[in-house]
C-alpha cells in the first residue's frame, strides 16, 4: 500500500514532522513532531503542533501513534501534547533504556528518573510489525546515530529519522553518546537493501550547497546511486574516516540540553519543584 504523506516543516530546527495516513480510512499516525523552545527565555510554544492538530482535525483523521524515531537531540517532542489533544499512543524503539541510562547518569537524574522506558506507550524491537487502520507498518532497528534510532517501514514508505539525508547531504553525525559510525554504515545498508522504488522520508533538511529548496522525499534507488556519503558502492572503511574525521569538527546542536532532558522522558518535563516550577539543568563539561 501506498501511505498518503503530508509533510511539516520546522524552520527553527529543520525538522520535518509526518502524518502518514491509511489511503483506505482515515487513521493515520505522527512521526517526530516538534514543540517550540525558545532557549534563551525557557519558554515553550505549540505553534508547530498545532499546525498538526489543525490539519488532523481538518482532514477528520484518528491518529493511532505518536512515533518517535529516535531520542533528538536537536528539538523537542510534542508528543505527550498531541496525545492530550488527539490521542495515539507513543512508540519509540526499544534501547530508549540505553539513552535512558546513559543520559540520566549525564544530567544526574537520581532514581526517581525510571530507565526503563516505561514513559513511552510502546517499546519497538527489530522485526515488529504494527498498524495503521489498514495499513501495515514494519520496524528496523537502524543505530549508529543513536543506539536507539529506528526506520518505520509503512507500506512503500521509509522514514528513516536522522540516519539519512536527502542524497546531496548525506548521512547522521554519530559523535553523540553510544553512536557509532561503523553500526550507521550497517544500518544505512539495511535500509538501500528495501526495494529501489521505496519512498525514503528524512527527519531533516538543511539545503545542500547548490540547492535553493528544502526536499525531504528521496528514493532507496536515488540514495543508493548518488548519496554523497554512502551511494555509488562507498565501502564502510572509507565512510568510517570520512564520518569520525567531520564529527570531530562539529559543535553540538544548539538544543541538545533541554531536548535530552525532555525527550528521555517521552516528550515530558522534568517533575515540578514544591512550587510547581520546572527546570531543567545544564552540565558543565559533560557533552
Known amino acids: 500500500m501506498k501511505p498518503d504523506v503530508t509533510a511539516f516543516f ?9 502524518v502518514v495516513k491509511d489511503p483506505e480510512g482515515t487513521s ?42 529516535h531520542v533528538h537531540a536537536d528539538h523537542l517532542s510534542a508528543a505527550p501534547y498531541l496525545q492530550e489533544r488527539l490521542g495515539g499512543k507513543i512508540g519509540i524503539g526499544d534501547r530508549i533504556t540505553v539513552v535512558q541510562d546513559t543520559f540520566g547518569k549525564v544530567f544526574n537524574e537520581g532514581t526517581e528518573f525510571e ?8 517499546l519497538f524491537e527489530e522485526g515488529d510489525s504494527f498498524h495503521i487502520g489498514q495499513l501495515r507498518g514494519d520496524v528496523l532497528h537502524t543505530p549508529g546515530h543513536t543506539p536507539a534510532c529506528l526506520t518505520y517501514v509503512i507500506g512503500d514508505a521509509a522514514f528513516v529519522g536522522d540516519t539519512l539525508f536527502m542524497p546531496d547531504f548525506g548521512t ?29 522520508f ?19 534507488g ?29 559543535a553540538m546542536p544548539k538544543l541538545i540540553i533541554p531536548s ?15 512550587q510547581g516550577d520546572v527546570f531543567l539543568k545544564v552540565p558543565v563539561n559533560k557533552l
Open 172 to 200: 547522521a553525525r554519530c559523535d553523540f553518546p553510544g553512536g557509532s559510525s561503523e553500526m550507521l554504515y550497517d544500518s544505512v545498508q539495511k535500509i538501500l537493501n528495501l526495494p529501489d522504488e521505496t519512498r525514503i
Open 10 to 18: 520546522d524552520d527553527a530546527t529543520n525538522t520535518i514532522s509526518y
Open 115 to 122: 530507565r526503563d522506558g516505561s514513559q513511552f506507550d510502546k
Open 260 to 274: 535530552l532532558q525532555v525527550n528521555m522522558r517521552a516528550g515530558q518535563m522534568p517533575p515540578e519543584d514544591e
Open 28 to 69: 493515520c499516525a505522527i512521526i517526530d513532531s516538534v514543540l517550540d523552545f525558545d532557549y534563551s527565555s525557557g519558554r515553550t510554544d505549540t505553534r508547530s503542533a498545532d499546525e498538526i492538530i489543525a490539519y488532523v482535525e481538518a482532514e477528520g483523521l484518528t491518529v493511532e501513534w505518536l512515533l518517535e524515531s
Open 202 to 220: 528524512v527527519g531533516h533538511d538543511y539545503k545542500a550547497p547548490g540547492r535553493d529548496d528544502y526536499a525531504w522525499e528521496t528514493t532507496v
Open 222 to 250: 536515488e540514495q543508493k546511486a548518488a548519496n554523497i556519503h554512502v551511494g555509488a558502492g562507498k565501502q564502510k572503511d572509507e565512510f568510517t574516516k570520512m564520518r569520525d574525521e567531520r564529527d570531530a569538527t562539529l
